[in-house]
């Protein structure tokens, strides 16, 4: 589609959610928020540890729901039953829990230590378990950590030979292993990073990929056009280069309307999830704004 046409798209979609009555200022009801998703292919999550805390699971996902977003990113738990009930209050809510960010800074598969490695590759196999058992489709990894004790050559070869063997555990619990960009040394192009997940050599192992995380030193608008497909689901924080801090979202130097036609123009249809503070009903209602400003073009 061409840039006039999607300009035109966009226009006509700000307008429709205006003549229904909602204001930028707040978050379209859910049955709204529906009919927008319907329309974008993109749904809006948030990270659970961002809600305040609550009584019980059931009243913390009514919450999400109820501020307008679709999903929520959760830890992993290696407790089945508890994981079995995450699932059950979540389907009972109406929400998704659509991802697990197991990380892997604390082991990476990249690390020299044969053991620490390995429990690298347990801890994926449990996160891609407990991935399986709530119902999301992905599991969040950092793959690999360059430092002085770690060369980049080394950590780029361990840890595509580990991902390689983790992509068949993946492939059978049907669960993305999803690699992101982070500020571990690594891949720090985007053209690196494509060829990284092309040589893996499985639709299993492909990107997860952080707005906020490459501004300092590109342009995530950039990242997200090379990136293309591999691209399966997608972190949102600012980063304001002055102070080099993250913020809020559109309080940074993130050129938010480039990157919504940059995500169009790849045909990314999935979750946008905030990655940010935590916070009150207040805030998170407010967040969840800024995030429907960003999926309808409003600027």
């Known amino acids: 589609m061409d840039r006039r046409k ?9 307008l429709a959610v205006r003549t229904l009555g909602y204001s930028s200022a707040s978050p379209m009801p859910a049955s709204d928020s529906e009919r927008a998703r319907s329309a974008s292919g993109l749904k809006k999550a948030v990270i659970l540890d961002m809600l305040p805390e609550t009584s019980d699971l059931e009243s913390r996902f009514t919450l999400a729901r109820d501020l307008g977003f679709h999903g929520l990113e959760v830890k992993p738990v290696d407790d089945l039953a508890l994981a079995k009930r995450m699932r059950q209050a979540a389907e009972k809510v109406g929400i998704e829990l ?8 604390h082991a990476p598969l990249s690390s020299p230590d044969e053991a620490t490695a390995e429990a690298g590759v347990e801890g994926v ?8 058992e709530i119902g999301a489709d992905g599991v969040l990894l950092v793959p690999a950590i ?23 555990t993946a492939e059978d619990l049907q669960v993305r292993i999803l ?53 399966k689901k997608v972190h949102l924080k600012d980063f304001k280069k002055s102070s080099r801090q993250f913020v809020n979202l559109r ?49």
Not at 155 to 168: F, H, M, T
């Open 251 to 299: 309080e940074g130097d993130v050129n938010w309307a480039e990157v919504r036609r940059a995500l169009h123009e790849i045909g990314y249809t999935g979750y946008l999830t905030a990655e940010l503070r935590g916070g009150d009903q207040e805030y998170l209602r407010d967040l969840s704004s800024r995030m429907d400003v960003i999926i309808h073009g409003r600027f």
């Open 98 to 105: 659509h991802s697990v960010i197991y990380g892997g800074w």
């Open 179 to 231: 690699v992101e960009n982070v500020w571990n040394n690594f891949l720090l192009s985007p053209i690196e990073f494509a060829r990284y997940i092309d040589e893996i050599g499985s639709t299993w192992v492909q990107a997860y990929f952080d707005v906020g995380n490459v501004v300092a030193f590109g342009w995530p608008e950039d990242w997200i056009r090379t990136l293309g497909g591999r691209i």
């Open 6 to 14: 999607f300009l035109k798209e966009l226009v006509v979609g700000a």
């Open 125 to 132: 196999r449990n996160a891609l378990k407990c991935a399986k």
């Open 146 to 168: 360059v430092n002085e004790k770690v060369r980049y050559v080394e950590a780029y070869e361990r840890s595509q030979r580990r991902l390689k063997l983790l992509a068949k």
